[in-house]
């Protein structure tokens, strides 16, 4: 018996070394690609016309000055500084070549230490759940979003899933959404898309949920049934929970879902979800 336990202590220890080095080395790797692979600049390289699906779509398209004139006249202009984006290049083809081609989007969460890639794997739907960047099993894995999702950020309900961890990295921070204060003072999630895209989401609710698939339930599937489930989440009650009933959401809506685990509540997830409000594309000239 002395023995066995000798070997399940000796056991333990290898496996807490093993893991705060995977940690330590993960930490590294983001420090790397933060310096190598983003670049932060000023505050001045975000306008968009209102409707920023025609600004997108306008930008693939040769126009005249005429042309452009005529737009800008009809047009009137949102400045994305105004929700507190400032100007960031993300090398998303170098990212692709060098760290890991699954990287797909950039996600921030101000007032927190969000601020990592988004990967989907082409096959496995939970692989970045256990896997690191650059292939590696073990903690902290990364960002990402399962194939029920589309890469294109149209869809009603875009879920992101990351681990809780106790160093306070990946998603852990979105606990501090718990805090009214905090709560009410961070109220943007920033999406940077690899086709140029900058995508401004309003927090409207941060919540304990039960451990349900939110994808494969049904409340996505029909107008009607999107608008029962927007109406629906701020009914959850719970002292953790902050919602904030100025925003509107309807059938129309594409809302956006940061879900991670909850320290001794294995069957609930801690969701913070926000819902599109702008949409812009970045200027560098």
Not at 106 to 127: A, C, F, K, R, S
Not at 258 to 264: A, D, F, G, P
Request: glycine content about 6%.
């Amino acid at each position: 018996m002395a023995i066995l336990f000798a070997l399940i202590f000796l056991g333990c220890v290898i496996w807490i070394i093993s893991y705060f080095i995977g940690l330590k080395k993960a930490e590294k790797e983001m420090e790397s690609i933060m310096s190598e692979f983003v670049l932060d600049g000023g505050t001045d390289a975000y306008e968009i016309p209102e409707s920023s699906e025609e600004s997108v779509e306008s930008t693939e398209v040769e126009t005249t000055d005429e042309e452009s004139a005529e737009v800008a006249e009809s047009s009137e202009t949102v400045d994305l500084t105004d929700y507190g984006v400032t100007d960031r290049v993300i090398a998303f083809e170098a990212l692709h070549s060098q760290v890991n081609s699954d990287i797909y989007a950039w996600i921030t969460v101000p007032g927190t230490v969000i601020d990592y890639p988004v990967l989907q794997h082409p096959t496995e739907m939970d692989y970045y759940l256990e896997y690191n960047l650059d292939g590696s099993k073990g903690y902290p894995g990364c960002i990402y979003t399962q194939r029920y999702n589309g890469k294109e950020w149209d869809d009603p309900n875009t879920v992101l899933y990351g681990h809780n961890m106790k160093n306070g990295t990946m998603f852990a921070g979105l606990h501090r959404f718990k805090d009214k204060s905090f709560f009410d003072e961070n109220p943007y999630i920033y999406i940077y898309t690899e086709d140029g895209r900058i995508l401004v989401y309003r927090i409207f609710a941060a919540y304990e949920y039960a451990d349900t698939h939110l994808l494969l339930n049904g409340s996505m599937f029909t107008e009607t049934s999107r608008q029962n489930y927007f109406d629906s989440i701020r009914a959850n009650e719970g002292m953790n929970n902050n919602f904030n009933m100025d925003v509107e959401l309807d059938s129309e809506s594409k809302i956006i879902t940061l879900s991670t685990c909850i320290s001794n509540k294995p069957t609930q997830r801690y969701l913070v979800q926000g819902v599109l409000l702008a949409e812009g594309v970045q200027n560098h000239e």
